[in-house]
């Protein structure tokens, strides 16, 4: 079992950043790769980033590519997602997630994660 909480979520304007955090607790966590996922109101939950356990491989969707960066650290059993450059349509509840896999593996798909957190709000706005 692997329970998921994230923070960092909040208010920024167009053009910031912010750090999501996702704290895990379980034996094995470092044998899951990690996803970020996020849902706008109105929309499908959406792929954003995820990262294998080894913290080897990494994916990041189009849409944020050279503005978001996953990374994560096994020793504090924490996935994180810098997010620079904010715009409006990142708005959103940003989700961590956890699927068991291989050393490389990287998970792109909301309906092949195990495990969720309830989600953090990001808003932007001026």
């Known amino acids: 079992q692997v329970q998921l909480v994230e923070s960092g979520g909040g208010l920024v304007q167009p053009g910031g950043s912010l750090r999501l955090s996702c704290a895990a607790s379980g034996r094995t966590w470092s044998s899951y790769a990690m996803g970020w996922f996020r849902q706008a109101p109105g929309k499908e939950r959406e792929f954003v980033a995820a990262i294998s356990w080894s913290g080897g491989s990494s994916l990041l969707a189009d849409s944020v590519k050279g503005r978001f960066t996953i990374s994560r650290d096994n020793a504090k059993n924490s996935v994180y997602l810098q997010m620079n450059s904010l715009k409006p349509e990142d708005t959103a509840v940003y989700y961590c997630?956890?699927?068991?896999?291989?050393?490389?593996?990287?998970?792109?798909?909301?309906?092949?994660?195990?495990?969720w957190g309830k989600g953090t709000l990001v808003t932007v706005s001026s």
């Open positions: 997630a956890a699927v068991r896999g291989s050393r490389w593996y990287v998970p792109q798909t909301a309906s092949g994660m195990e495990y």
